[in-house]
């Protein structure tokens, strides 16, 4: 695993979305709250690429995991 702390706003960038505050913040009051039945890169929102890279990240406790898992938190 990659030692590199990744942030939120690094994270919007890898997703290819707008990564201003104000534009996360409004990211998470559009999508909030997310089921608890629904895993995070299962939601309805993400494109195929963002869904595939979460999942990924997420099964391989992968360098981007701990920043995906507070994004999950933030949405459910």
């Not at 990564?19 to 709250?33: I, T, Y």
């Amino acid at each position: 695993m990659n030692t590199n702390l990744h942030s939120m706003t690094n994270l919007f960038s890898q997703l290819g979305l707008p990564n201003s505050p104000e534009e996360m913040d409004k990211f998470f009051e559009l999508r909030r709250p997310l089921g608890n039945e629904v895993a995070l890169y299962r939601a309805s929102f993400w494109s195929e690429s963002q869904r595939n890279f979460l999942k990924e990240e997420i099964i391989e406790d992968a360098d981007w995991a701990m920043v995906i898992d507070e994004m999950n938190s933030l949405l459910h």
